[in-house]
């Protein structure tokens, strides 16, 4: 089974400022690596970020990156992704990309061979062909059986609203109700596990920024939907004087408030990157309790922090992932590791205890990947 935790992979020993760092959303160690062994090589921040990201799409991480992953109303797996400059400000950024597997890297080409920002659709199909990328169908059979599933049992859960037939019970095609209607609980039909995105950080030793997206959106989305992952200033941002930052959750609704941007804005007005991350969250969570969402922030001097909403951070923590369990207690919850599978004095001592424990095996650099933790109310 895919495991869908909010956690975040960071290549440096836990709560020690120090650069170059990398950092990324999930649990995606092979990307945070892929960029770490780019940094070590020589590679640029920006070539760190890209080799990141396009290491998560030919994973198809989690399913939620890449080709033969989140199918939309009419099958289609279409990619979002963008790129960030921190030095120079440029951004380069592709969306709905369709039968290209490296968006990333198409997002790259966008900011380094043309004059533009953002481009989209076929046209950015073409644009990459001319450019040398690949064409070729991005579906799978595990995409086309997501698809069919979908179609069986008409067309359960979709993103319409206020339209006629039915979209609760029926497949389209829709047409506009004529009267809208407010429901007293707005409950959105998203879910969380058919969103993850890579989002990624990198910051070298003197301090550049880079940051860099790349997703293949909602399941079952509208065709054209574009998400937050490609937005600069939502689904990221990099600026080598204050910060970077990277977010991941309901992007319909994320991208509404910019949180990448407030969060770097924010450590640029000194608000450690926890924090910033922090106010970030909670801006939206003013307008949408529920929504799902998580974000992670780094400072030019390798300072980092994250911040998610209550359910992706149980989630995580649940699995036992470190910087959950670190957030957590960053927000003042209780943490109680139940089991821990290495055998040490310390891992023993931890069995059963609480937030001190916790935090003494992560200051003591333990592998907390192998405990387990709670919620104690
Ligand atoms: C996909 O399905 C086809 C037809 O059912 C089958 O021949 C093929 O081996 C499958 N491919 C993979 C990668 O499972
Ligand atoms: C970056 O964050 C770290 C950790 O929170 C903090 O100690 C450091 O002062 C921050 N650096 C800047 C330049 O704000
Ligand atoms: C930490 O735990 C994971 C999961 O069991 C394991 O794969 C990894 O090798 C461990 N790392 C160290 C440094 O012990």
Not at 127 to 155: R, V, Y
Not at 159 to 180: E, I, M, Q, T, W
Not at 277 to 304: E, L, V
Request: charged share 20%; proline share 5%.
């Amino acid at each position: 089974m895919i495991q869908r935790v909010f956690v975040i992979i960071c290549l440096l020993p836990l709560n020690q400022a120090a650069l170059p760092l990398v950092i990324n959303t999930w649990h995606f160690k092979d990307a945070a690596n892929a960029a770490w062994s780019t940094l070590q090589k020589g590679g640029s921040v920006l070539d760190a970020v890209e080799r990141g990201c396009a290491r998560c799409e030919l994973e198809q991480c989690d399913g939620s990156v890449g080709f033969g992953g989140s199918p939309d109303e009419r099958g289609e797996t279409t990619l979002d992704a963008m790129i960030m400059n921190g030095d120079t400000m440029e951004v380069g950024a592709v969306a709905d990309l369709r039968r290209v597997k490296n968006a990333v890297g198409v997002a790259r080409a966008v900011m380094e061979h043309t004059e533009h920002t953002f481009i989209v659709g076929e046209s950015a199909t073409i644009f990459a062909e001319n450019m040398g990328f690949m064409s070729e169908d991005l579906s799978t059979n595990k995409s086309i059986a997501i698809f069919s599933q979908w179609l069986q049992q008409n067309c359960q859960p979709n993103y319409r609203k206020n339209v006629f037939p039915d979209p609760s019970k029926s497949c389209g095609p829709y047409k506009p109700k004529a009267k809208l209607w407010k429901p007293k609980n707005p409950k959105r039909n998203f879910d969380p596990s058919s969103h993850d995105t890579i989002g990624m950080i990198a910051i070298g030793k003197n301090g550049q920024v880079a940051a860099a997206t790349s997703t293949n959106g909602a399941t079952h989305k509208i065709p054209g939907r574009v998400g937050d992952s490609p937005v600069a200033g939502a689904g990221a941002y990099a600026d080598s004087t204050a910060g970077g930052a990277a977010a991941t959750g309901d992007g319909d609704i994320m991208m509404r408030f910019l949180p990448s941007f407030l969060a770097v804005d924010l450590m640029r007005n000194g608000d450690q990157p926890t924090v910033a991350c922090k106010t970030a969250i909670s801006r939206i969570k003013k307008y949408y309790p529920d929504f799902f969402g998580a974000i992670i922030c780094a400072n030019t001097t390798g300072g980092y922090g994250s911040w998610a909403d209550r359910s992706a951070l149980h989630d995580a923590a649940s699995q036992g992932r470190l910087l959950a369990l670190r957030t957590l207690i960053a927000q003042g919850h209780s943490v109680n590791v139940l089991t821990i599978d290495h055998v040490s004095p310390l891992h023993e001592a931890c069995i059963g205890s609480h937030v001190a424990c916790a935090r003494a095996l992560i200051d003591a650099g333990a592998n907390v990947s192998l405990c387990r933790a709670d919620w104690l109310m």
